[in-house]
């Protein structure tokens, strides 16, 4: 004998219903729960070199204010290495860099060590100096309004990174978030390879 309700509907297909959707949500908790566990333990992202037609030209001209107040100008660090390094507030691999930035410029912070430049990439410079106080940042950062430094090293997306050497040449480019220990590596393998 099937029990029904006055509108005619059998009590078993609304219990199957609510079995159903029981089943669906713990088949969706399951599924999100692997797919955090897989974002949270992937290796973070790290660093390529990259062929540019700069590697081997004089570096383009990087000159404006700073996040500071100062004014920068490339060109007044010539005989010293540089570290040039395009960055935005709102970047995630950005912000994973930003610490290991802090520990290279605070590993070479004597007067003849090589210098870090960076260059504020499509952000406007209040969220950009924010973000550089937030994580203790002392370094000079250049203030590209307009985008035209960008333009100039052919950056299409922060972040990206170039070694400079003495002379004014660009050695290397970088794309994705640095380490400290990475940038140690090139500038040291580029410093060799200059002598």
């Not at 029904?4 to 059998?10: E, I, Q, V």
């Not at 089943?23 to 992202?45: F, N």
């Not at 660009?170 to 393998?189: C, E, I, K, Q």
Request: proline share 8%; net charge negative; with cysteine.
């Amino acid at each position: 004998m099937t029990i029904t309700h006055r509108d005619g509907a059998d009590p078993r297909d609304a219990t199957h219903r609510r079995h159903t959707a029981k089943w669906v949500a713990g088949v969706t908790l399951v599924v999100g729960a692997a797919l955090v566990a897989l974002l949270a333990t992937r290796p973070p992202q790290t660093a390529t070199e990259v062929d540019t037609p700069l590697v081997g030209q004089t570096a383009p001209s990087i000159t404006g204010p700073t996040l500071g107040g100062g004014s920068f100008d490339l060109s007044a660090w010539r005989g010293r290495w540089v570290i040039v390094n395009f960055f935005a507030s709102w970047c995630p691999p950005c912000q994973q860099e930003q610490p290991e930035l802090v520990a290279f410029a605070y590993a070479h912070r004597s007067p003849e060590a090589a210098a870090l430049v960076g260059v504020v990439f499509d952000d406007s410079a209040s969220t950009a100096r924010s973000f550089m106080r937030s994580t203790g940042a002392t370094w000079p950062a250049v203030i590209d309004g307009g985008g035209q430094i960008a333009l100039d090293y052919g950056v299409r997306g922060p972040p990206e990174t170039f070694i400079v050497s003495p002379d004014g040449t660009v050695v290397a480019h970088f794309d994705g978030p640095m380490t400290n220990a990475s940038l140690d590596y090139w500038l040291s393998r580029a410093q060799g390879s200059r002598r």
